[in-house]
């Protein structure tokens, strides 16, 4: 199952904190930038550090799973496009 998170940060952390084997998939919103989305591990520290804040209020929204390949599939059918894996926790 994956789940959007979109101007929802409790929901967003709660879910990171509880799914530390999952995935994050990071998106513009304007759906712009090449690279994205780019898949994090929940556990990436860029995903959820206090220092950073506006995860899913500011320019980009979330959409999580524990599954990688349900998280492919969303992408591409949603947004058309392929997850980037991210260089450093994937």
């Avoid at 799914?19 to 995903?47: E, I, L, Q």
């Avoid at 990688?68 to 059918?77: G, K, P, R, V």
Wanted: hydrophobic letters at 35%.
């Amino acid at each position: 199952m994956v789940e959007l998170f979109d101007n929802d940060e409790t929901r967003y952390l709660k879910w990171v904190q509880a799914n530390p084997h999952g995935f994050v998939a990071n998106v513009d919103r304007a759906v712009r930038m090449p690279k994205y989305p780019m898949v994090h591990a929940a556990t990436h520290g860029s995903m959820s550090s206090a220092k950073i804040g506006n995860f899913t209020t500011g320019d980009y929204i979330k959409f999580c799973s524990t599954d990688l390949a349900a998280l492919e599939q969303y992408s591409q059918t949603k947004l058309d496009r392929s997850l980037t894996r991210c260089s450093i926790c994937m």
